[in-house]
């Protein structure tokens, strides 16, 4: 006997945020979930993106139901959890015998309370899925029992929720050798990962994949990258890595094999990294391996929230990481957050000013979101460090328009002028009209989106 699983996201719903509402990327974690099963066991698998594939709840549901799985997982970030749990009750309405599993960073955060406000998932995943997935599958095609598992939340035979923690040594190995992208349909942009983990403990970050840097095998990456070009033929692949760059000599073997195998040519890529890992050696080599975009989270331009910020960065450091980037002329993106602890109009137009004079290719603001498990959210939650509260409705916390906090000097609205504004006075501070231009037309969608937004909660700022 085999199980028939099938891993999917939620659909999308209302379009908010276009960039992620109408990804031109399929979900990575659906790729490495299925892949990992694949290769230690003989499951039936299928995979559906319904966020990427544009399906709505009703027809997801039907296609579902047609595979009639034995386990549905679905990987879920924060602002999709309430969708994650319609999709749940509609499937478990129909199909009583499913085991749903519910994974990602917000069940990870907070896995009771996930468990109480959702009564149709059966059992949340802690952290890193891969190995505690397969453990769920065996136990249930075994038909033992499920408290044996670590790294789990679930409702035993009495609808009790019943949490196991990970191990504290949590960081599973980082085996994942060949996602199974087979199985998804084709995009014009893939996010993969060679390493996992982060060492650094920003005060905004919940961290589910730990402290520890994890590396796959350099032949691994090489082959999925190779298995994505000659399928796909993507414009973009992106390395996901939270630092890349930050094993000297692992990063430096997987990019002569990049370089050898003529890969710089044959797709664009990009990585995002931290201002500390930035070397001349590191942008040597990755100059020879043709990057097209190297990332950078900034989040402000005031040294005093850098310093209780956790990321271990100063101005100076970053001025120089980008001062090394722009001087290989490799293009630069820069992310940067309004609305840290203690905020300010004066820290906001000092970030807004540090963000003119970084001057990156790209920069990107965002207001902040108090993910469940960060601090942020436990300031938030006490109102301490300037903020009011915060939404206990899970859509409203998104990348961008985001309505999920609030703040005791400063309102919303204002926060979402100064991130309109943040974008504007780059380019025109830096005079460049023209990149100004491409920048509206390549986001307009969400230009438009965010109006909108903006319209309907009237926060716009008069």
């Not at 003989?42 to 009639?68: G, H, P, Q, T, Y």
């Amino acid at each position: 006997m085999s199980l028939r699983v099938l891993f999917t996201t939620p659909p999308s719903g209302k379009i908010i945020e276009p960039i992620y509402d109408k990804p031109r990327f399929v979900r990575p974690a659906l790729a490495t979930l299925s892949g990992y099963l694949r290769r230690y066991s003989d499951f039936e698998i299928r995979c559906i993106d319904a966020k990427f594939e544009k399906k709505n709840i009703n027809r997801l549901v039907k296609e579902v139901i047609n595979f009639s799985p034995d386990i549905l997982g679905i990987s879920s970030f924060t602002y999709e959890i309430k969708g994650a749990g319609k999709l749940a009750e509609a499937i478990k309405q129909r199909l009583p015998a499913c085991n749903i599993i519910v994974g990602g960073s917000h069940v990870s955060a907070i896995p009771i309370e996930t468990m109480r406000e959702f009564p149709f998932f059966d059992i949340g995943v802690i952290g890193e899925a891969e190995e505690t997935l397969l453990k769920i599958a065996r136990t249930l095609l075994n038909k033992d029992k499920i408290q044996n598992v670590l790294g789990v939340v679930f409702r035993n035979d009495k609808n009790k929720i019943i949490f196991n923690p990970p191990k504290k040594e949590a960081n599973f190995s980082f085996n994942v050798p060949r996602p199974a992208w087979d199985l998804l349909p084709p995009a014009r942009e893939y996010f993969i990962q060679a390493s996992r983990g982060c060492p650094f403990n920003c005060n905004f970050c919940f961290n589910p994949a730990g402290y520890k840097i994890r590396k796959r095998a350099v032949k691994d990456i090489i082959y999925e990258i190779n298995f994505i070009i000659n399928k796909f033929s993507p414009e973009r692949i992106s390395f996901g890595d939270e630092v890349f760059g930050a094993d000297s000599d692992f990063t430096h073997q997987l990019l002569d094999t990049m370089i050898a195998q003529d890969i710089g040519n044959r797709v664009k890529w990009d990585i995002q990294t931290h201002p500390a890992f930035i070397n001349d050696e590191l942008l040597k080599k990755m100059k020879l391996a043709k990057v097209t975009k190297i990332e950078m989270g900034v989040e402000s331009g005031s040294e005093k929230i850098l310093e209780r910020m956790g990321k271990g960065i100063t101005k100076d450091l970053v001025v120089e990481a980008f001062k090394k980037v722009q001087g290989y002329k490799i293009k630069t993106g820069a992310f940067f957050i309004l609305g840290h602890p203690n905020e300010t109009k004066k820290t906001i137009w000092e970030t807004i000013k540090f963000a003119a004079f970084l001057n990156p290719t790209e920069p990107i603001f965002a207001i902040m979101v108090p993910f469940p498990g960060t601090q942020v959210a436990r300031y938030a939650e006490k109102k301490e460090m300037g903020y009011a509260g915060l939404s206990r409705n899970w859509e409203d916390y998104r990348k961008q328009i985001n309505n999920s906090i609030s703040f005791k000097d400063i309102s919303l609205g204002k926060l979402k002028y100064y991130l309109v504004l943040g974008n504007i006075y780059v380019y025109l501070a830096n005079r460049r009209f023209l990149d100004l231009v491409k920048f509206v037309f390549k986001y307009s969608d969400s230009a438009i989106s965010f109006i909108k937004s903006c319209l309907l909660k009237r926060s716009i700022p008069i």
